[in-house]
């Protein structure tokens, strides 16, 4: 059913003949994106609330790119999405204006196996505020967080505990909804950085439990632009940093400034294309959820379905391609009976190689990938290789092929014996 031809079709960059795995860092733009941002700055490019033509035109699309965002997400209304620069941007928004609810001497509780845009803006907000941050280990042999650990730190009756999805860096699926659940039972309110999960699967904030997650559009095909969600009550009573004569009333009240229309209308046509593999290519997905959604949100929920059933084949081959590496170390979780539980982002080393120099020999030839740390900071101090350079990332998406993983995993035989 998931005809990749057609698929990669819809996504000029891949024209070009290079192999992207680069995609943890940021996914390859679809047409429709593309498309639609052009028309918004030919057609209807004005600013917020204007009396003319052009301007009702833009407000008409962002409310329908919010309202595809919800039904992405499966939150319960379209005030419930706020735009913003990026989910960096908005997390610091968030924490400050969470912050003015918090004490000295309050608890939040962060993750080592974060991104740093869900760690920094919560400890910056703990330093201001005098809050006592308690940190969750996780296990570095399989690069699972460690459950234990997390409930040492929320024995503390934390106000706030940031969790990601999934892993930028190792690639590995938290437990949100039972995260979620013994967060709440231990009365803190829950963040979830889902960046890196957004492009690998279906996700739903109603059945996770969490009071806000956080999204950016350019991990799933779309532009650069961040998306906070937040239950509609908790949103509506945060104290907004904002301008004065901008609007008291969600979302607009924590949107500071004019939002980059142009990017939510890429948005807008990502939705299009994800409403069409949903519509086309995933059929045997309709049964989980007909029952539950409807229109274009079942349409997203069996897209990302799909997706996921694809690139389950895609990760397995890009984790052989990997392990048969002469003289390689991968991080993270190798058991393939456990294979359900990561997304396929694979970070590894080179025996004798520094990973710079790993990604500049893939780079020519062709391929490509991130080495460092993406930002997992915490993540690169804990497995011992921050120091001496972090770890190559290799990432795959729905419009990669197993054509380019035996590519790749050639051009790593090659570098080891070149």
Request: include cysteine.
């Amino acid at each position: 059913m998931f005809d990749i031809a057609k698929i990669r079709h819809q996504f000029p960059a891949l024209h070009g003949g290079a192999v992207f795995l680069d995609n943890p860092g940021g996914t390859q733009a679809v047409k429709n994106c593309m498309d639609r941002m052009v028309e918004y700055m030919i057609d209807t490019n004005a600013n917020h609330k204007g009396a003319f033509k052009t301007s009702r035109e833009s407000d008409e699309m962002i409310l329908k790119a919010r309202a595809s965002m919800a039904d992405f997400l499966n939150a319960a209304r379209a005030e419930e999405i706020v735009f913003g620069q990026n989910m960096t941007s908005l997390t610091f928004h968030l924490s400050r204006s969470l912050g003015r609810r918090f004490q000295p001497g309050d608890e939040i509780v962060v993750t080592r196996l974060d991104h740093d845009a869900n760690i920094s803006p919560w400890l910056l907000m703990a330093e201001d505020r005098g809050c006592v941050v308690r940190w969750v280990d996780f296990h570095p042999e399989d690069g699972t967080l460690d459950l234990d650990s997390l409930k040492a730190a929320l024995a503390g009756k934390p106000k706030l505990l940031a969790v990601g999805y999934a892993s930028n860096a190792l690639g590995t699926i938290n437990p949100v909804t039972d995260i979620a659940k013994l967060a709440h039972e231990a009365g803190a309110l829950v963040f979830v950085d889902a960046v890196h999960f957004a492009p690998h699967g279906p996700i739903d904030v109603r059945a996770l439990g969490c009071d806000f997650l956080a999204c950016s559009a350019y991990k799933f095909f779309g532009p650069h632009l961040g998306i906070l969600y937040g239950r509609y009550d908790l949103l509506d009573g945060l104290f907004a940093y904002k301008i004065r004569p901008s609007s008291n009333h969600l979302p607009e009240k924590l949107e500071t400034g004019t939002q980059n229309h142009e990017a939510i209308a890429g948005l807008y046509g990502t939705f299009d294309y994800l409403d069409w593999v949903g519509q086309h290519f995933a059929k045997d997905q309709a049964a989980a959820y007909d029952k539950t959604f409807q229109g274009r949100a079942l349409h997203f929920k069996q897209a990302m379905a799909a997706i996921r059933a694809y690139e389950s084949e895609l990760s397995l081959a890009l984790f052989k391609a990997v392990r048969e590496t002469p003289s390689v170390t991968i991080y993270g979780q190798t058991d393939e009976k456990k294979f359900a539980e990561r997304v396929p982002t694979y970070a590894f080393r080179i025996k004798g190689l520094t990973p710079r120099q790993v990604a500049e020999k893939l780079d020519a030839e062709g391929i490509y990938v991130w080495d460092g740390n993406y930002y997992a900071l915490e993540v690169t101090r804990r497995l011992g290789v921050e120091d001496s350079g972090g770890m190559v990332r290799a990432g795959a998406v729905h419009y990669n092929t197993k054509e380019e993983i035996e590519k790749f995993g050639k051009a790593l035989h090659k570098i080891q014996h070149g």
